[in-house]
């Protein structure tokens, strides 16, 4: 089995040089490639990264131009998937050194008792968080009781955590189903977050908590949270496939698995395009 550690980079200069060795020290032994996309980084990040990454298996795909999280992340997923096959693991991890790599063994074994995707939760016990103050925790605890509301998920609580792993077959699976559709919400903030999760559980994903402590207090960056794009993209997503008294989602997700069996045909409003051709070059 391999990992794939999935970094989202966007001017993350001041954490690369303590995150990329802690990674080195979680999965030290292990099969492992830290997969960092770094998004048109103005500062220093992909030098730093090519320097901090000597001696652990690292590829560095590069957006000449900031594109977003959203495409980043299709980006990401697309190389993991192409380069893993059946019984890897992806693992989406923020750089700017909020969370930590330790964590990431405690999610494997989640994978491997059965879960598609582990998120790591604040919310089960030995989860939590420190340095997070005032309206960003506010807007955290806010946008949960929204997504909770519209997209109740069997096995998951902490939705705005980004930290999640992923069984191979399940990114393998949507990208065969949606296409370059998995993740649409490109110039929304960060609502692309919540748009994966909801995509899997439609296809039927396991979802399961590890707890996590987020350290908040440990950010390096500026907060790249931009709050009204990614609310907008919330609302959009509740309003096309939210649980609108359990209607509305439950047809999607039944057109989604009749039409997944009978070999991808799927509705005409979720037609698959082919993945997109990554607009990342591959460096090392
Ligand atoms: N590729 C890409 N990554 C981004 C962009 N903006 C932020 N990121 C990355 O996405 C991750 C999350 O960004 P953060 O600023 O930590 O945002 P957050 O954790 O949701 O919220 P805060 O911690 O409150 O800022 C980090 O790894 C960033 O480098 C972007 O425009 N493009
Ligand atoms: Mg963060």
């Not at 693992?91 to 994978?111: L, N, W």
């Not at 997504?147 to 998920?153: L, S």
């Not at 649409?184 to 994903?205: H, I, N, P, R, Y």
Request: some cysteine; aromatic content about 10%.
């Amino acid at each position: 089995m391999k990992i794939f550690v999935l970094l989202p980079a966007y001017n993350e200069a001041a954490s690369i040089p303590t995150l990329l060795p802690r990674i080195k020290a979680a999965l030290h032994g292990r099969n492992y490639e830290v997969v960092l996309v770094d998004d048109g980084s103005r500062d220093d990040t992909a030098r730093l990264a090519e320097q901090y990454g000597i001696g652990m298996p690292l590829t560095i795909l590069r957006h000449p131009i900031n594109r977003g999280l959203g495409e980043t992340i299709r980006d990401g997923i697309e190389y993991c998937v192409s380069a893993g096959q059946a019984g890897d693991v992806m693992v989406r991890m923020d750089c700017d050194d909020s969370q930590d790599p330790a964590y990431i063994m405690s999610f494997i074994e989640k994978i491997r008792a059965g879960a598609d995707v582990v998120v790591a939760s604040r919310y089960q016990e030995g989860g939590g968080q420190s340095g997070v103050h005032g309206y960003r925790n506010w807007l955290s605890w806010g946008a949960g009781l929204f997504m909770k509301a519209f997209f109740p998920i069997k096995g998951m609580r902490d939705y705005s955590s980004g930290y999640r792993a992923y069984r191979w077959e399940i990114l393998d699976r949507a990208l065969a189903v949606y296409g370059n559709r998995f993740i649409e919400q490109k110039l929304l903030g960060f609502s692309c977050t919540l748009e994966k999760v909801v995509k899997l559980d439609m296809l039927g994903a396991r979802f399961s908590e590890a707890p996590h402590v987020l350290h908040y207090d440990r950010k390096q960056s500026e907060s790249k949270m931009a709050s009204w794009p990614t609310t907008l993209g919330y609302v959009l997503l509740a309003l096309k496939y939210g649980n609108w008294c359990g209607v509305c989602r439950r047809q999607w997700r039944e057109s989604i698995n009749a039409n997944d069996q009978s070999k991808g045909r799927l509705p005409s409003t979720l037609q698959p395009v082919e993945p997109s051709v990554c607009a990342a070059s591959r460096v090392a």
